[in-house]
């Protein structure tokens, strides 16, 4: 299956099988794309951009949750 196959399957799913897609299969994409460190440079602005968009709480939340993984590499 191309790329742009899948991409549309994935739009044609309800929002629960999104969400379950991303629970079942995303961390492993996740986890993959962490290996990657050119992988990572590529996503960091867009996934500094959605983190921006989330609520103040859960912002805090997640800043806190990966604050051990980041330390010594804040720029």
Known sequence: MKYEDL???FARLS????QRFMEEVGLEFC???MRD???ME???PCCR???MQMPEPFRRWMEE?????TA???S
């Open 37 to 39: 460190t050119k992988c």
């Open 7 to 9: 991409k549309a399957e």
């Open 72 to 74: 010594g590499k804040k």
């Open 31 to 33: 986890q993959e794309m």
């Open 49 to 51: 951009e959605m983190m």
């Open 65 to 69: 949750w990966m604050e051990p993984a």
């Open 15 to 18: 929002k629960e099988d999104k």
């Open 42 to 44: 590529r996503m960091l």
